[in-house]
């Protein structure tokens, strides 16, 4: 999960260089991963080992499948 970090990071250089950059939608994108991060952070430990497993595959695989059909 550590690839996140620079793979956003050269994203949102990339918004910026090009002019695209909407500081509002940053910001709160920012704010919704890092409160998201601790909460996750401080709970993962609640919950079983079988059902983070699956979800650890089952969230990346369910978020290709939605933009490989709903992408534009």
């Not at 949102?12 to 996750?40: E, P, R």
């Amino acid at each position: 999960m550590m690839i996140v970090l620079p793979i956003s990071a050269a994203g949102g250089l990339s918004y910026l260089f090009n002019g695209h950059l909407d500081l509002w939608i940053f910001v709160q994108t920012l704010l919704g991963l890092s409160i998201g991060a601790y909460v996750g952070a401080k709970f993962t430990h609640l919950a079983p080992k079988p059902l983070l497993k699956a979800a650890i595959v089952a969230m990346p695989t369910l978020g290709g499948i939605i933009m490989v059909l709903f992408g534009r």
